[in-house]
C-alpha cells in the first residue's frame, strides 16, 4: 500500500492531533505549535529573464502560528555556495511564505545549484535552487488567461520612476529618524484582465507591508493600505532605534493572494517590493 502525506489546512487542531492509520499502523499527526518550531526554505521554482540571466523564486515555511523568526545572516541563514547573502529575509513571518524574494543568476548557469539554510528550533533545512526544466514557472504571465502581475513603483524625485513586476519586484532607498513616522506610498497598477473575467465578483486586490529586516521592532500604521483606483497607497512606519532595515510590500491582482493561488499550483500573479531604509 502506497502512502500519502497530505498538509491539512485550517482544521481544528483537535483533528490535526488524531493518529493517521495506513497499512495497519498509526502516527500521530503534527501538533500545531504557537512558538518554538522551525523554518525551512522553499525552491518555487524558476523563470528566465529579458537580459539573458535566470531569476530563482524563493520562499519560506515556518512552522510556528504565531512566533516571528528572526535569523540573522550568518550559519544559521546563508547561501553557498556564493555570497551568504543573497537577499533573503531575516525576519520570518508565521506559516507559509510564498514567492518571498528572488536571487538573479547568469546566463551560463547551467547545472549549478544556489543552496539556502535555515537553522531555527533546533532543526537546519536546506534547499538547492537550479534551472531544472520541469521548474521553469510562468510567473510574469498566467499562460491560460494571459493575466500578467501588478505593477509596483515609486515615485522619484528626478527621472523615471522605478518599475517592477513579478517576485524579482523594485526596490529604493530611504532614510528614517528611530521613533519619527515615516511615510510609505507606493503605486499598484494591474491589467484587470483577471477582474474583467470575473464579473460580479468583488475584487480580491491587496496589498500588504511587512519587516523583511531589521535590528529593532517597527511599527506600521496601516500595514494593509486602501489601494485608489488611479494614485498611491500610502501608509507610515516608525523604527524603535537606529539601524539597517528592510520593508517588504506585496501587491496581488485579483486573482488572490500567493497563497491561495499556489495552492492550485500557479506561480503568477503578485509582485514584490523592499524598500532599504537608513534609519538614524
Not at 502512502?3 to 485550517?10: C, S
Not at 486573482?255 to 492550485?264: F, L, R, T, W
Request: a negative charge.
Amino acid at each position: 500500500m502506497r502512502v500519502l502525506t497530505a498538509i491539512a489546512v485550517g482544521l481544528p487542531a483537535a483533528l490535526l492531533a488524531m493518529p493517521l492509520v495506513a497499512a495497519g499502523q498509526s502516527r500521530d499527526a503534527p501538533i500545531p505549535h504557537d512558538v518554538g518550531q522551525s523554518a525551512s526554505p522553499s525552491f518555487e521554482g524558476w523563470y528566465p529573464n529579458d537580459d539573458g540571466t535566470f531569476s530563482l523564486s524563493f520562499g519560506y515555511f515556518n512552522r510556528n502560528y504565531e512566533q516571528t523568526l528572526d535569523i540573522p545572516i550568518g550559519p544559521d541563514n546563508h547561501f553557498a555556495p556564493g555570497p551568504a547573502d543573497s537577499g533573503q529575509p531575516t525576519h520570518l513571518l508565521p506559516r507559509r511564505q510564498t514567492g518571498v524574494f528572488t536571487v538573479v543568476v547568469p546566463a551560463d548557469f547551467g547545472d549549478r545549484t544556489r543552496t539556502w539554510s535555515l537553522t531555527a528550533g533546533g532543526e537546519t533545512f536546506a534547499v538547492p535552487g537550479h534551472l531544472r526544466p520541469e521548474w521553469r514557472i510562468d510567473a510574469l504571465e498566467e499562460v491560460t488567461s494571459g493575466n500578467r502581475p501588478p505593477e509596483l513603483s515609486f515615485d522619484v524625485d528626478e527621472g523615471e520612476p522605478r518599475i517592477g513586476q513579478g517576485p524579482g519586484g523594485v526596490r529604493r532607498s530611504l532614510t528614517a529618524t528611530a521613533g519619527t513616522p515615516m511615510t510609505l506610498a507606493i503605486r499598484v497598477r494591474d491589467d484587470r484582465v483577471q477582474k474583467q473575467s470575473l464579473q460580479g465578483r468583488p475584487t480580491r486586490m491587496g496589498l500588504v507591508w511587512s519587516k523583511y529586516r531589521g535590528p529593532g521592532a517597527l511599527q506600521i500604521a496601516d500595514s494593509t493600505p486602501a489601494i485608489p483606483e488611479h494614485g498611491l497607497a500610502t501608509t507610515s512606519v516608525t523604527f524603535s532605534e537606529p539601524g539597517t532595515y528592510v520593508l517588504r510590500a506585496l501587491a496581488w491582482d485579483d486573482s488572490g493572494g500567493p497563497g491561495a493561488i499556489m495552492a492550485g499550483g500557479f506561480q503568477c500573479c503578485w509582485t514584490n517590493a523592499y524598500v532599504d531604509v537608513r534609519v538614524e
